[in-house]
Nanobody
Framework: QVQLVESGGGLVQAGGSLRLSCAAS????????MGWFRQAPGKEREFVAA????????NYADSVKGRFTISRDNAKKLVYLQMNNLKPEDTAVYYC?????????????????WGQGTQVTVSS
């Protein structure tokens, strides 16, 4: 079982940057693909980015391509989401998730463990 704790959210002006971190516990972290999802008020949870077990493969939602970067440090059991050029529509609670597979997926139902989320608010 992997436990996940997100941090790094906050309030930022449009055009600004934030880096989210996800700290994982458990000895098998390095074998899992990891993902970031987000949920805005009144909307369904949506895929943001995912990274394979060794960082060799990454996927992004079209809405964040070129602005967000997902990365991981298996030695430290950390996953990051660097968010640049933030827009008001990026405002949401951001969740980190782990998948019982080495390979990425864009679908929330493929991820078995979730963090509690961290709020990101982008003002215009």
């Amino acid at each position: 079982q992997v436990q996940l704790v997100e941090s790094g959210g906050g309030l930022v002006q449009a055009g600004g940057s934030l880096r989210l971190s996800c700290a994982a516990s458990g000895t098998t972290f390095s074998t899992y693909a990891m993902g970031w999802f987000r949920q805005a008020p009144g909307k369904e949870r949506e895929f943001v980015a995912a990274i394979s077990w060794n960082g060799g493969s990454t996927n992004y939602a079209d809405s964040v391509k070129g602005r967000f970067t997902i990365s991981r440090d298996n030695a430290k059991k950390l996953v990051y989401l660097q968010m640049n050029n933030l827009k008001p529509e990026d405002t949401a609670v951001y969740y980190c998730a782990s998948r019982y597979s080495a390979f990425t997926s864009n679908h929330a139902q493929d991820y078995g463990n979730w963090g509690q989320g961290t709020q990101v608010t982008v003002s215009s």
